[in-house]
Nanobody
Framework: VQLQAFGGGLVQPGGSLRLACVAS????????AGWFRQAPGKEREFVGA????????YYANSVKYRFTISRDNAKNMVYLQMNNLKPEDTAVYYC????????????????????WGQGTQVTVSS
């Protein structure tokens, strides 16, 4: 499975962006897709994940109610809609996938994901 994330850019605080991740190869729409991010000088952290097409969707507390993950299995796409962006959301965002149907206690662990995209930069600044 190959993953490619795109859609990043520069946005003002309070603005919105939608990231997309396209999968190619032997994809499994029932497995788990996730998003992580890494800010400068910080460790990579969990943002959110979706198992199958939902309704099992998980979010980090820092993005809950602002970010939404969705999936279009017909297009092998996973989306991260980011609203009300804050400067602290500035980071490189990575999409990833797991062959497993991860549960809540597992989605935050990087080692549970098998494949990673190259990352897309999101900068929130006025």
């Amino acid at each position: 499975v190959q993953l490619q994330a795109f859609g990043g850019g520069l946005v003002q605080p309070g603005g919105s962006l939608r990231l997309a991740c396209v999968a190619s190869g032997r994809t499994d729409s029932s497995a788990t897709a996730g998003w992580f991010r890494q800010a400068p000088g910080k460790e990579r952290e969990f943002v959110g994940a979706i198992r199958g097409s939902g309704p099992n969707v998980y979010y980090a507390n820092s993005v809950k109610y602002r970010f939404t993950i969705s999936r279009d299995n017909a297009k092998n796409m996973v989306y991260l809609q980011m609203n009300n962006l804050k400067p602290e959301d500035t980071a490189v965002y990575y999409c990833c996938s797991s062959q497993l149907r991860l549960i809540a206690s597992e989605v935050r662990r990087e080692s549970n994901y098998d494949h990673w995209g190259q990352g897309t930069q999101v900068t929130v600044s006025s």
